[in-house]
């Protein structure tokens, strides 16, 4: 038989794993029959509580404090088994965004237990070297609009953009003095631009959309890695963790046939 390519990819793989064991621990908890009126609490179960007490008090409960983190956890689960069977699950936005955190969150987790080697991190510093250079600067020219829309329509025949409190153009400003003025998240986008004398985006800042022609990019004296290693693999392990959740995102809607009516 032949499958869709997709089913061979190793990360859906990794995701049909962890939905299977999120299904398994899930169940482990709550019986597949909502119907069901039995709750048993194992001695697993006081255990876990009684380590979560210790962890947010620094101490072991009593036998007392431990009955009471008991009757929490049967009150929870008597609440929660009710509103199944009532159905509160379906059609709530606040469980919608928290099932696909955790989806997410299974994507993500791959690069949270990667080990990131010195050459892996060289390699990362390499390819962004005016994060952590002492003095990189930039030459660029902007267009503030609005709205995304508006921004890409504009990008065909740019000709002037919307008011805004902050200037058009910059001249050899520090990568601070960008990032005080239009956000961490314009920069990073800045950075993977290359210069050039076209209209670039739209980019987003925190007041809207920008389009930007960059003309010059000085990058500085970076430090050696042993020097900023904590922060080069930070920002290597969340920029691969967002890859990760977009490829997963990608992997799966591939095997959705999805209509969208205008």
Same mark, same amino acid.
């Given at each position: 038989?032949?499958?869709? *390519?997709?089913?061979?990819?190793?990360?859906?793989?990794?995701?049909?794993? $962890?939905?299977?064991? +999120?299904?398994?621990?899930?169940?482990? @908890?709550?019986?597949?029959?909502?119907?069901?009126?039995?709750?048993?609490?194992?001695?697993?179960?006081?255990?876990?509580?009684?380590?979560?007490?210790?962890?947010?008090?620094?101490?072991?409960?009593? !036998?007392?404090?431990?009955?009471?983190?008991?009757?929490?956890? %049967?009150?929870?689960?008597?609440?929660?088994?009710?509103? %199944?069977?009532? @159905?509160?699950?379906?059609?709530?936005?606040?469980?919608?965004?928290?099932?696909?955190?955790?989806? #997410? +969150?299974?994507?993500?987790?791959?690069?949270?237990?990667?080990?990131?080697?010195?050459?892996?991190?060289?390699?990362?510093?390499? *390819?962004?070297?005016?994060?952590?250079?002492?003095?990189?600067? &930039?030459?660029?020219?902007?267009?503030?609009? =609005?709205?995304?829309?508006?921004?890409?329509?504009?990008?065909?025949?740019?000709? @002037?953009?919307?008011?805004?409190?902050?200037?058009?153009? +910059?001249? =050899?400003?520090?990568?601070?003095?960008?990032?005080?003025?239009?956000?961490?998240?314009?920069?990073?986008?800045?950075?993977?631009?290359?210069? #050039?004398?076209?209209?670039? $985006?739209?980019?987003?800042? @925190?007041?809207?959309?920008? %389009?930007?022609?960059?003309?010059?990019?000085?990058? $500085?004296?970076?430090?050696?890695?042993?020097?900023?290693?904590?922060?080069?693999?930070? #920002?290597?392990?969340?920029?691969?963790?967002?890859?990760?959740?977009?490829?997963? &995102?990608?992997?799966?809607? !591939?095997? &959705?046939?999805?209509?969208?009516?205008?």
């Amino acid at each position: 038989m032949n499958l869709p *390519g997709w089913t061979r990819e190793p990360l859906v793989h990794f995701l049909v794993a $962890g939905a299977a064991l +999120f299904a398994l621990f899930l169940w482990q @908890g709550e019986p597949a029959d909502t119907a069901s009126r039995t709750i048993t609490v194992t001695r697993e179960d006081r255990a876990r509580l009684a380590i979560e007490w210790e962890r947010t008090m620094q101490r072991p409960p009593t !036998d007392a404090e431990l009955d009471d983190q008991v009757e929490r956890y %049967l009150r929870e689960e008597v609440l929660y088994r009710e509103a %199944l069977r009532l @159905g509160l699950d379906r059609d709530d936005p606040v469980v919608r965004k928290r099932m696909s955190n955790k989806m #997410d +969150f299974l994507a993500a987790s791959m690069a949270e237990a990667a080990h990131a080697s010195d050459e892996t991190l060289a390699a990362w510093l390499a *390819g962004h070297p005016q994060r952590y250079a002492e003095d990189t600067s &930039y030459s660029f020219d902007q267009l503030y609009f =609005a709205e995304r829309a508006a921004a890409q329509r504009a990008l065909a025949a740019p000709d @002037g953009g919307e008011d805004i409190s902050v200037p058009p153009t +910059f001249e =050899a400003a520090s990568r601070s003095e960008v990032e005080a003025r239009l956000g961490a998240g314009f920069v990073t986008r800045l950075d993977a631009l290359k210069p #050039d004398s076209t209209w670039q $985006g739209p980019v987003p800042s @925190g007041f809207g959309w920008h %389009l930007v022609r960059l003309r010059q990019r000085s990058i $500085g004296k970076v430090p050696p890695l042993a020097n900023i290693r904590s922060a080069v693999e930070a #920002d290597w392990r969340s920029e691969t963790q967002a890859a990760r959740r977009e490829e997963a &995102y990608r992997i799966l809607r !591939d095997a &959705y046939d999805v209509k969208i009516e205008r």
